[in-house]
């Protein structure tokens, strides 16, 4: 499998569909390496099947997404393993420790030493002292951390979050906050969907605001964003 790399990620009028029902809307944007997007709206907006139409665990209905010259069809499982993902279910087995997940995780993305990947993410998280502990006595927050380091342990360009601080305490939202940061002076592509305006405030290069599947607006360096997100949403479709 030859490697991919990639700079930027494009969508182009990107439409999905379920029967009737459209999901999204001529979808359109670019956003850049070395950057967070946020994908923000009410429930129902579309932002989480935008996120699996860029991971490629869907397809669109028209339109298409590109990863710098890069495309699902063409790239498969190379331009996959170049992806990270975090949503809602967080696929852990909560009868194996966390040192036992992601060593699993590490293995399946061919790391070379997936027991030294395992102790760095665990470094990462805080979590090293409960490495040899089952996940399923690990609360919300920290198997959260978990997940998001078994999203991160094949240092993928693009990570691709679905409402990452749901269920964090205050120190293990800083915790994700200084690692999204992390990520973006690695030089990583961040998506980021979240209904949580505070915490996004300032950590945003960009923001994508959705609204019944379509951009009701696009916004660089968004400031006072709640004040913002208020405005977008009060217009008139």
């Keep these: 499998m030859l490697p991919v790399d990639f700079d930027d990620l494009t969508a182009e009028d990107v439409s999905r569909h379920f029967g009737r029902r459209r999901a999204l809307s001529r979808i359109s944007f670019q ?10 709206g009410p429930n129902g907006a579309g932002k989480s099947t935008m996120l699996a139409v860029l991971a490629t665990l869907l397809r669109p209905s028209s339109g298409a997404v590109r990863y710098g010259t890069h495309t699902p069809g063409a790239s498969g499982a190379a331009l996959r393993s170049r992806i990270g993902v975090l949503g809602h279910d967080l696929f852990l087995y909560p009868e194996l420790t966390a040192h036992e997940n992601l060593v699993f995780f ?21 979590l ?49 906050v200084s690692r999204l940061q992390g990520l973006r002076d690695g030089d ?12 996004a405030e300032g950590l945003l290069d960009s923001a994508l605001f959705l609204r019944d599947g379509r951009v009701a607006e696009a916004v660089a360096r968004p400031d006072s964003l709640r004040s913002t997100y208020r405005s977008i949403m009060r217009r008139s479709p």
Excluded: W
Excluded at 31 to 40: C, E, Q, R
Excluded at 129 to 156: K, N, T
């Design 31 to 40: 956003t850049h390496k070395g950057s967070i997007l946020g994908l923000l």
């Design 188 to 199: 990583a592509i961040v998506v980021l969907a979240t209904h949580d305006l505070d915490l």
């Design 106 to 126: 590490a293995g399946l993305y061919g790391a070379p030493d997936p027991r030294q990947a395992a102790n760095a993410a665990l470094q990462r998280a805080g």
């Design 128 to 176: 090293a002292d409960r490495a040899h502990d089952p996940v399923s006595s690990f609360s919300r927050g920290m198997r959260q951390r978990v997940a998001l380091e078994r999203a991160l342990i094949h240092g993928p360009r693009l990570v691709l979050l679905d409402e990452p601080f749901t269920g964090l305490d205050d120190a293990s939202t800083a915790a994700l």
